[in-house]
């Protein structure tokens, strides 16, 4: 059952609610079309870009020619042309179809989450948005994104997977595969092409089994036929079909909560003082947490609270670690892109 999105308007809408607002071109609300665009976006072509503007782009949030062209391009998507309309207005029947047509570029995104997956919008859930968004800055990032692993990677990471860019090597992506076998697995030998269930036992022993199991290319290190290489074409295409699968997002979407969540837990054996506890403070450096190895923002944060001294703010510890931060671009987006709120503490529960 689809939760709410914390936006009044696009509720009323999805419900029906009698004299709910449709959105129109050139809305005046900024905040309701920046959230239709993200999930307007995921419904664009994999490898078309319909230029749909994001979160810290200049156009986004404003119903403009670029949105109009990509409304209409999904209204009348397998409509006759006697039958196209061009009434780019998000009605409640447009934005039913937005949520009930399955997604081929299907994204963490506010509105996906809530009315699609039924996932309610904690704080946790948020990040999860806001992290996977940065993730697909960098081509990674997004529910059915599946990146090989890359010429001059020598760690062994193999493919990279799914929202936070989960690792083939970190065996994270095979416990998520496991996961979701166990729940459905014809559905898993349909959407792989495994002829049966010897099939996928093999596969699965191989994805579970992490970098033990990969050559430094990211190809299979035991010379097993029933091992794939995840690398290949074929294979890469495969998984990308299995990211489409709502089942399966909602196994990458819980495994991202619970990911920001022991990250949290861990801030919070190091900053027993919580001197970082707002939306903002936690959700940037819960980021950055999943950007470096556990032990690593350990020191950090321990390096910059002795060099601040005695009892520094939350504001001066992000400021530190921002100067010297090798993620300029996605810490500048947590920095003054995201509006998260700063007078409210963050809560992990979901």
Same mark, same amino acid.
């Given at each position: ?32 079309? @920046? ?9 664009q072509?994999? *490898? ?6 994001r979160?810290?782009a200049?156009?986004? @949030?404003? =119903?403009?020619?670029?949105s109009?062209?990509a ?5 009348n ?5 006697v ?8 009605d409640?029947t ?7 047509r ?14 699609v997956?039924? $996932?309610?919008?904690g704080?946790? +859930?948020r990040l +999860? ?11 990674? *990032? *997004? =529910? ?46 349909? &959407?792989? @092409?495994?002829?049966d269930?010897?099939a ?15 050559q430094?290319?990211g ?32 196994? $990458?979407?819980?495994?991202a ?6 990250y =949290? ?15 903002w403070?936690?959700?940037?450096? &819960? ?9 690593a923002?350990?020191k950090?944060y ?5 060099q601040?001294g ?7 510890i ?18 003054n *892109? ?7 503490? =963050?809560?992990?529960?979901g």
């Amino acid at each position: 059952m689809s939760k709410p999105t914390g936006n009044d308007r696009i509720d009323s809408l999805f419900a029906g609610t009698a004299g709910s607002q449709p959105i129109v071109y050139h809305d005046a609300d900024t905040v309701a079309v @920046g959230l239709v665009q993200e999930l307007l976006e995921c419904h664009q072509k994999p *490898g078309v870009s319909l230029a749909i503007p994001r979160r810290n782009a200049r156009q986004f @949030g404003k =119903f403009g020619p670029v949105s109009k062209k990509a409304v209409l391009a999904f209204k009348n998507e397998g409509q006759k042309p006697v039958d196209f309309t061009k009434d780019p207005t998000i009605d409640t029947t447009t934005l039913r179809l937005l949520v009930g047509r399955p997604a081929t570029t299907p994204r963490a995104v506010p509105l996906y989450l809530a009315l699609v997956l039924d $996932q309610a919008l904690g704080d946790c +859930a948020r990040l +999860a948005c806001l992290t996977s968004l940065q993730e697909e800055q960098a081509a990674y *990032g *997004g =529910f059915a994104t599946c990146i090989k692993q890359q010429p001059d990677d020598s760690e062994k990471t193999g493919v990279s997977f799914g929202l936070l860019n989960w690792t083939q090597g970190s065996k994270r992506f095979g416990n998520m595969l496991d996961q979701f076998h166990a729940n459905s697995p014809a559905r898993f030998r349909e &959407l792989l @092409g495994l002829k049966d269930e010897a099939a996928a036992t093999a596969l699965l022993d191989h994805a579970k089994a992490g970098a033990d199991h990969l050559q430094d290319d990211g190809s299979p290190v035991i010379h097993n036929p029933s091992y794939p290489n995840f690398q290949e074409r074929t294979w890469l295409r495969k998984l990308r079909t299995l990211g489409c699968e709502r089942a399966f997002q909602k196994i $990458q979407l819980a495994t991202a909560i619970s990911d920001l969540q022991a990250y =949290f837990q861990a801030l919070r054996t190091y900053d027993a003082a919580k001197r970082i506890h707002s939306v903002w403070g936690v959700s940037y450096w &819960l980021d950055v947490a999943d950007q470096v190895e556990p032990e690593a923002i350990r020191k950090v944060y321990t390096r910059i609270v002795t060099q601040l001294g005695s009892n520094p703010t939350e504001d001066a510890i992000i400021q530190a670690q921002y100067a010297k931060s090798e993620f300029k671009a996605r810490r500048e987006f947590f920095m003054n *892109g995201t509006g998260l709120p700063k007078g409210r503490d =963050f809560d992990p529960s979901g």
